[in-house]
């Protein structure tokens, strides 16, 4: 589990994976202990503007990123979001639906756990559960027709701030648990976990680009990405960081990744939804 102890080793550069077998699962202090780390490691960052990612950290990215925010490239997404939104499925229902408040302004309550499944559903996995149930054919889950679903769908809870629930049910911190190991546990050829970039090298460099804090990562989500010269879901960027550190990515919406997602999406509480985003 995420320790108080292990975030304040990582703040003199002594980081430290979790001790994930050692106690009882506590997110509650999981969170505190996340937040508190990223606010004092960054302390003249607006913990709002966590959201935003590299943004928060570099000025100069900043300042660019509030020019190209102008005319900002996910908007085509937006767009053809919302009229695929509205458009009736064959049987004549709509996503409207299949969602609570007909699917507007709902994006800070995913990912959520489902008790009759016992598993993470996330908005991904709940659009193409909407789709099946009636009779549509599942959307690729990592761009084109789902990036722009939930690009619009973010975008009608920009502002509104997340709000997961672990219920006390063993299942749900089992899946909470599994993200948060997830998160911490190196792999690929590079030996790297999620967390050597996003907690360890937080505001730091590759080359042109500042590496995101952990804090408020998933909040821009879907993005656009420079790099792809179009729009991406969680599960592409989480293929993507894969890749990049010479993993075997898993499947999109895997069950690990979607825990994954649950794990970081609770870290992030009280914070913002600020997507659709752009990156470089």
Known sequence: MFRALL???AAFCLFAPPAFAAGK???EADFKAFR???TQRFPKVPLDDFVNGPYSMDAGLRKQWEEIDAFPPYQFAVDRGKQMFSTPFADGKTYADCFPNKGIGIRQNYPYFDPKSGEVITLDVALN???EANGEKPYNYNKDDMAALTAYMAYTSRGKPFDIKIPNDPRALAAYEKGEEYFYTRRGQLNFSCASCHVESAG????TEVLAPALGLVAA???YRSQWGGMGTTSRRLTSCNSQV???PLKPEDELYR????YLSYMSNGLPISGPGARP
Do not use: G, S, T
């Open 7 to 9: 975030l304040a080793a």
């Open 25 to 27: 699962v506590n997110p």
């Open 36 to 38: 508190n780390y990223f």
């Open 129 to 131: 559960q909407c789709r």
């Open 204 to 207: 730091k460099h590759i080359r």
């Open 221 to 223: 989500l879907p993005i």
């Open 246 to 248: 010479w993993a075997v």
């Open 259 to 262: 825990d994954l997602e649950y």
